[in-house]
T-cell receptor
Framework: AQSVTQPDIHITVSEGASLELRCNYS??????LFWYVQSPGQGLQLLLK??????LVQGIKGFEAEFKRSQSSFNLRKPSVHWSDAAEYFC????????????????FGQGTILTVHP | GAVVSQHPSRVICKSGTSVKIECRSL??????MFWYRQFPKQSLMLMAT?????????EQGVEKDKFLINHASLTLSTLTVTSAHPEDSSFYIC???????????FGQGTRLTVV
């Protein structure tokens, strides 16, 4: 069974600083990887996803993530954090069914809460 | 992207009553829908997977008689929390996918409070 680990429960950065949120996954086949953001009391917003191809993925709001198969990692980065980025971030891996496609059955990491100081 | 609508967004019910949550795919046919639960300050945990026209598949530890899932059409799945208790208070969120896309799309979630 697949699993996802986000080692950092809580990260605090200053506005304008760079950000990297870590994500490690365990999965036997080619993973489908996602990063979501959740503001308090809200649903999930998809930041970016990786299915195949270029291992550096660009997402919305200036975020990017790099898939590194050798390290089983899919870390999320942003060069300059804005106060509005404060939220909880979830990394997720999608299951692959027998037909080789994912129908969106996701296993989520524990989440990383991002606090941004002015 | 595809739109998934979940209703209601918030619901408060009395202990012992049942609550129904709807998940609709507005612009595509959802052959598969997923129901997740998120307790406060925790991650999302998959409860069950439902395929149109067949019985839902529940994850280990999820009571199928308590959390009734119906996926009667390609655009609607419902989750009914039966005989709700305060410990069922949680954030419930659905996602929907079809046969052609690799990812599933999330609804806005439902905050259930049982008093």
């Amino acid at each position: 069974a697949q699993s996802v680990t986000q080692p950092d429960i809580h990260i605090t950065v200053s506005e304008g600083a760079s950000l990297e949120l870590r994500c490690n996954y365990s999965y036997g086949a080619t993973p489908y990887l996602f990063w979501y953001v959740q503001s308090p009391g809200q649903g999930l917003q998809l930041l970016l996803k990786y299915f195949s191809g270029d291992t550096l993925v660009q997402g919305i709001k200036g975020f990017e993530a790099e898939f590194k198969r050798s390290q089983s990692s899919f870390n999320l980065r942003k060069p300059s954090v804005h106060w509005s980025d404060a939220a909880e971030y979830f990394c997720a891996v999608g299951a692959e069914n027998a037909g080789g496609t994912s129908y969106g059955k996701l296993t989520f990491g524990q989440g990383t809460i991002l606090t941004v100081h002015p | 992207g595809a739109v998934v609508s979940q209703h209601p967004s918030r619901v408060i019910c009395k202990s012992g009553t049942s609550v129904k949550i709807e998940c609709r795919s507005l612009d595509f046919q959802a052959t598969t829908m997923f129901w997740y639960r998120q307790f406060p300050k925790q991650s999302l945990m998959l409860m069950a997977t439902s395929n149109e026209g067949s019985k839902a598949t529940y994850e280990q530890g999820v009571e199928k008689d308590k959390f009734l899932i119906n996926h009667a059409s390609l655009t609607l799945s419902t989750l009914t929390v039966t005989s709700a208790h305060p410990e069922d208070s949680s954030f419930y969120i659905c996602s929907a996918g079809d046969d052609y896309t690799v990812e599933a799309f999330f609804g806005q979630g439902t905050r259930l409070t049982v008093v």
